[in-house]
């Protein structure tokens, strides 16, 4: 089978997932305790019971709960609404972000704050990839030199922080340095952007919580593997014809060692995403990360419905894309 016709089957593949994937999402997200009508209608005030049921009654509409006769519509039927505006894609309106008495279309919200988490999260990764493969390989290549030594210490000690308590630090170390927190405020998102000093001032911080968070992953990861592969026979034959060190590693064994690699970062692009949930959540970064969670917390299920359909839709993408990426990488691999 060519290369094009293993993506075309792969593709086909990803809309029966999908398709079950939602419905899974969907069917566990309304069987699960708690009625997001008395959410969304919070602290109302109302002097009667009456008062607060016509209240009820008419969120519950709105919201999709009830038809107009007050009887209640079947999970199914709008699994079914559900899934035809996603072929649109159309993920209907907001639960919980309103304006003007009505939800915020997601698609906007989106539209709206996708780019930020975008950004942040396309640095992080271009940089912690960068600056692990360097790590990685100083270590296996120095193995057991004060390097070696000093940053396995230094990769054990920022893998067993969480990815928050990393940003809480920078948030500490930058306010007794610079009398700096990282928490933005709306002047850093004045457009243009790319020409807002304040929007670059900002984006420190949070990249570099993000960035160091993964880091280590990727450092340890990297050398491990480098490590396994300069131990293998055909790394001691090209040592023993005269080839240079830096041949010996970036020639045969830093390109044979890429495929695992591929594979964990591969699996963990989605990853990103929920790890920068909590970065802009401490630094109150205007990403859709806050609005999902925001989303989950208060049972909007809308937005619930489009976190689980994108994020594994991702995976699926960033799988597909690891595939077509062995086959540059190892030219042995046929499919």
Request: charged fraction near 15%; hydrophobic fraction near 50%.
């Amino acid at each position: 089978m060519s290369l094009r016709g293993y993506i075309i089957r792969r593709v086909l593949y990803i809309i029966p997932l999908m398709l079950g994937i939602t419905l899974m999402n969907f069917t566990l997200i309304n069987i699960s305790p708690g009625d997001p009508v008395i959410i969304r209608l919070g602290l109302i005030h109302c002097e009667s019971e009456d008062c607060y049921n016509r209240a009820y009654n008419r969120e519950a509409i709105e919201m999709g709960l009830l038809d107009e006769s007050m009887y209640t519509v079947p999970w199914y039927s709008r699994y079914f609404d559900f899934v035809s505006d996603l072929l649109r894609f159309d993920f209907g309106s907001s639960w919980y972000y309103t304006k003007a008495g009505s939800g915020i279309p997601i698609t906007k919200i989106l539209e709206d704050h996708l780019f930020y988490s975008v950004i942040l999260n396309i640095i992080s990764f271009i940089v912690s990839l960068l600056l692990s493969t360097a790590i990685g390989v100083i270590s296996a290549t120095r193995m057991r030199s004060f390097w070696d030594k000093t940053l396995t210490i230094a990769m054990l000690v920022g893998y067993s922080m969480p990815l928050f308590w990393i940003a809480k630090l920078l948030m500490l170390g930058s306010y007794q340095l610079f009398n700096f927190t990282g928490v933005t405020n709306k002047d850093a998102f004045i457009k243009p952007l790319m020409l807002n000093g304040q929007f670059y001032k900002y984006l420190i911080l949070p990249t570099l919580a993000l960035t160091l968070g993964h880091l280590v992953f990727m450092a340890r990861l990297m050398r491990s593997q480098l490590l396994e592969i300069l131990r293998q026979d055909y790394v001691t034959t090209a040592k023993a014809k005269g080839v240079s060190n830096r041949g010996v590693i970036y020639k045969h064994a830093f390109r044979n060692g890429l495929l695992p690699i591929v594979t964990i970062i591969g699996n963990s692009l989605p990853g990103l995403l929920g790890g920068s949930v909590m970065i802009e959540r401490v630094f109150g970064w205007p990403g859709i990360g806050t609005y999902f969670l925001n989303g989950a917390l208060f049972r909007d299920y809308p937005l619930m419905m489009a976190t689980n359909t994108i994020f594994p839709f991702l995976f699926l993408i960033a799988r597909l894309l690891t595939d077509i990426t062995y086959v540059f990488i190892d030219p042995r691999i046929k499919y």
